[in-house]
C-alpha cells in the first residue's frame, strides 16, 4: 500500500510539475527555419535567426532580417501536454498574429520535444500548403 502511495504521489508530482512549464515565460532561438510542403517535407530551408518570447497569454517572433521584423498577438486555446518539459510532449495554441505595418494572419504553433530535440512548426492561414519549422537552439525559462 506504502508503494501505490508513493507511485501515485511521484505521478502527481511529474503531472503538476510538467503542466506548470505552461505557466512560465519561455525564450526560444533558433538559427534556421525549414519550410515544410503539403507532404510533410523540407521544401526549403533558410538561414533566418529568430527570438520567440512566449507566455502563457503573449508571443513575439523576431525576426533578424535586415531590419528587425517584429510578428506579434495574443495566445488562445493553450494546451500543455508535456510528458517531460523540453525532452517529450508539446505545447499547442492559435494567434492572431500582427506585423508593425497592421497585416493580420491567424496561425497554430506547436511546441514539440521528440527524440532529444525541440522544434516550433507554426501553420499560418492562407499558407495551407507549407508550415514553417524551427529547430530551437536554445531555450530560457524565466517567471
Known amino acids: 500500500m506504502k508503494k501505490l502511495l508513493a507511485t501515485s504521489g511521484i505521478l502527481f508530482l511529474l503531472a503538476f510539475s510538467s503542466q506548470a512549464q505552461c505557466e512560465k515565460s519561455l525564450t526560444l532561438t533558433s538559427a534556421k527555419t ?21 507566455t502563457p497569454r503573449h508571443i513575439i517572433v523576431r525576426l533578424k532580417q535586415g531590419d528587425d521584423d517584429i510578428i506579434e498577438g495574443d495566445v488562445k486555446n493553450l494546451k500543455c501536454n508535456w510528458k517531460e518539459a523540453y525532452k517529450s510532449g508539446q505545447v499547442t495554441f492559435g494567434s492572431l498574429l500582427a506585423k508593425t505595418n497592421g497585416e ?37 525559462e524565466s517567471r
Not at 519550410?35 to 512566449?54: C, Y
Request: net charge negative; glycine share 4%.
Open 34 to 54: 525549414e519550410f515544410i510542403d503539403s507532404e510533410g517535407k523540407v521544401a526549403d530551408v533558410k538561414d533566418l535567426p529568430t527570438t520567440v518570447e512566449l
Open 104 to 140: 493580420t494572419r491567424e496561425a497554430t504553433f506547436v511546441l514539440e520535444a521528440k527524440d532529444g530535440k525541440l522544434f516550433l512548426t507554426v501553420a499560418m492561414e492562407k499558407m495551407s500548403d507549407r508550415k514553417m519549422r524551427l529547430q530551437i537552439d536554445s531555450y530560457k
